[in-house]
């Protein structure tokens, strides 16, 4: 983490120090982790006996039970990748929020329009509530 903004930083895990900061993003190899460890029990003993003998499984079991029927509650990359760039994850999550227009600036940080064509407050009364969620196209004199 950035100490001035409290910000994830890149770096290699095992060159680095600051383990203790590090963000469970690795949720692919977490699970398969856990995936392994379950061949191991029975399909009827309860989650809890798995935990209580391998703790280290409590966030992941956590994390699958709470997106469990949810087929978009994960990314479905392989954020630990050599080859992954956080801006490509910071894309995917901007776009949940109606981002667009990407216009990347660097590997690091991108420019984005959010909300184009939407109403002000005050033009909300007279508009119809369902036509103003896709972008209209700017006119250009």
């Known amino acids: 983490y950035s100490e001035d903004k409290m910000e994830p930083r890149l770096g290699f895990r095992d060159n680095e120090v600051g383990a203790e900061c590090e963000m469970p ?29 391998y703790p280290a499984h409590r966030h992941t079991v956590g994390r699958v039970q709470t997106i469990a029927q949810y087929p978009y509650g994960e990314v479905q990359a392989n954020l630990i990748a050599t080859g992954s760039r956080p801006i490509d994850l910071l894309r995917w999550k901007l776009a ?8 990347p600036k660097s590997n690091l940080w991108t420019r984005i329009t959010l909300y184009q064509g939407a109403p002000l407050p005050a033009d909300l009364p007279q508009l119809d509530a369902d036509d103003w969620c896709f972008p209209v196209r700017p006119r250009v004199a």
């Open 25 to 53: 993003i690795a949720v692919a190899r977490d699970v398969q982790r856990l995936y392994q460890c379950l061949s191991s029990f029975s399909a009827v003993t309860p989650v809890a006996t798995l935990l209580m003998q």
């Open 96 to 103: 949940f929020f109606g981002a667009s227009k990407f216009d």
